[in-house]
């Protein structure tokens, strides 16, 4: 366990990147391994700046581990949500690109995105979801949740298009739930991988009762992947409850957290 002072007073840096030699994993400012972690009122921040691009602030391969009132900041890649059962509380997440990735089935529960301005002429995607295989159950889960503009892209927001996810792998998988979506989200939502038609069959990427200037779906990716979710059943399967099995580990880490929509 690691307790902070809070995300303004107890900061973790370092400025690793994939430019600087390192492989993305091993940029980590943090990687976690053991399971059970648990982290508290702390900064994971990588400052390698934008033009070097993957620079990972935290890599979480921990089992049933916990961030609570935790920030993450970076711009490329920023939080490597690598694998196991992870959960999200009241947390800051900054970065560009593919800044929340990895293959964790990861629930992110009032927590407030910052999308960044990226270098000119590059489009910023929160998600890349690296499900590789369609019987694992991982997926990155967004709910009651905020998106926005950092303070440096609020007033360019318009000059760069900012996108919820794109499939890094055969089976990403990413839902939006009960979020609050800024003005800043491309009206088609989700971006292709490198302008090819990778995975758009096989993919998951849902949307549950957003709100917000930029929720809904009408204009949204018409792939067969995508959908708007209306059925409270199917939006449940993505709930802390049943997606880290929640029930049975987060009493015990006396973080708050609700288990069901």
Wanted: glycine letters at 10%; hydrophobic letters at 40%; proline letters at 4%.
């Amino acid at each position: 366990m690691l307790v902070g002072a809070g995300i303004r007073y107890t900061v973790i840096t370092s400025s690793r990147s994939v430019s600087g030699g390192y492989t993305t994993y091993n940029s980590a400012t943090a990687g976690i391994n053991g399971p059970g972690f648990i982290a508290r009122g702390i900064t994971f921040r990588n400052t390698a700046g934008q033009l070097k691009g993957q620079a990972v602030a935290l890599m979480s391969a921990s089992d049933l581990s916990v961030f609570y009132r935790c920030a993450f900041q970076g711009y490329q890649d920023t939080l490597m949500v690598h694998s196991q059962r992870q959960f999200y509380r009241e947390c800051y997440i900054f970065g560009t690109i593919d800044f929340i990735f990895g293959n964790a089935a990861a629930v992110f529960q009032n927590c407030i995105i910052y999308v960044r301005k990226p270098l000119w002429g590059q489009v910023n995607v929160i998600t890349a979801q690296g499900r590789n295989d369609p019987f694992q159950n991982t997926a990155i889960s967004i709910h009651n949740s905020q998106v926005l503009a950092a303070a440096d892209l609020k007033p360019v927001a318009s000059s760069y298009k900012t996108y919820l996810g794109r499939p890094w792998m055969q089976y990403s998988r990413v839902v939006f739930m009960k979020c609050y979506l800024d003005s800043l989200i491309n009206p088609a939502g989700w971006l292709q991988w490198q302008r090819s038609n990778f995975a758009l069959s096989t993919l998951y990427y849902g949307e549950y009762k957003n709100f917000g200037p930029a929720s809904s779906t009408r204009y949204r990716v018409k792939w067969p992947g995508f959908h708007a979710i209306t059925s409270p059943n199917v939006a449940s399967m993505f709930t802390a409850g049943n997606l880290i099995a929640g029930r049975s580990w987060l009493p015990a880490t006396g973080v708050p957290f609700t288990t069901g929509l």
